[in-house]
């Protein structure tokens, strides 16, 4: 058998797999703790209500959420990180989503989640649902602490599509034999890669646009329960026996 069955799923986080986002949450996390400094601390009200208001784009948010984590130790993160993904956002996945994901890794294939949140907390999602790889938005750790630096590409439109297909290329998957799960149309550049699209709970103007190309549109409603784990958990133990 061919590694991954040559196909992958990839999946975005925020507001699709995640009923919420993950960035602005942990954004809010460190806020809310004092762990940001104070210069970074002073501007994340006003950039959140300036964000609400729609004076600033997704772009300037994915920038917020990696340059609040300045100057803190890359190990102090990866802790917060995993305390905010355990008591704010691991209650939040999606029952669907979380289905999705387990169908996919049953079925053999590479199993991706990718969003424009800080590289640290998807790696706690990425964890937490078993993905084979977690993409996220990075910022240059300088003597062990994260700096304003952002690595490029950002996890976004074009960006996003690029980190994909780099991983993809690593597995040896071709994009079209790929599904990808999202509710952005700014993911529209990587929709038009796979082979398998899915729209997940779009807006009504998405909505309308994934109609007329004709890609799937999907709910995902509900977040998941304990039983949904233990049946997943039971699925893999099957999986790993017939193997």
């Known amino acids: ?16 797999l995640l009923d ?7 954004t809010w996390y460190l806020y809310s703790n ?4 104070p210069a970074q601390r002073s501007v994340v009200p006003r950039t959140l209500y300036d964000y609400a208001r729609k004076r600033l784009g997704e772009p ?11 100057g803190i130790r890359a190990d102090r993160l990866r802790e917060l990180a995993s305390r905010c993904f355990e008591k ?13 994901v387990r169908k996919h890794l049953l079925m ?34 300088k003597d062990g ?21 780099e991983i993809l290329a690593r597995h040896g998957i071709e994009p079209g034999s790929c599904y990808l799960y999202s ?18 709970n779009p807006k009504p103007a998405f909505r309308a646009e994934a109609t007329r190309r004709g890609w799937e549109v999907i709910e995902w409603k509900g977040r998941w329960k304990k039983e949904d784990t233990e049946e997943a958990a039971l699925g893999e133990e099957w999986l790993s026996w017939e193997s």
Request: glycine share 8%; hydrophobic share 40%; net charge neutral.
């Open 60 to 70: 300037d948010m994915v920038a917020l959420g990696s340059r609040c984590q300045q």
């Open 145 to 165: 602490l994260s700096s304003d630096e952002l690595l490029q590409p950002l996890v976004f439109k074009e960006g996003k599509r690029d980190r994909v297909k």
């Open 183 to 200: 509710d952005s149309v700014a993911d529209t550049p990587l929709f038009e890669e796979v082979g398998h699209p899915v729209v997940v």
């Open 34 to 37: 004092r762990e940001m400094l």
């Open 108 to 141: 053999g294939h590479l199993v991706v989640v990718a969003s424009g949140s800080p590289q640290f907390i998807i790696d706690e999602c990425g964890k937490f649902l078993r993905a084979h790889e977690a993409i996220g938005t990075r910022a240059a750790i």
């Open 1 to 16: 058998m061919q590694p991954f069955q040559r196909t992958a799923a990839i999946f975005d986080i925020d507001d699709s």
């Open 20 to 26: 919420g986002n993950a960035g602005t949450i942990f």
């Open 88 to 100: 704010h956002i691991k209650k939040r996945v999606t029952q669907g989503g979380l289905r999705a």
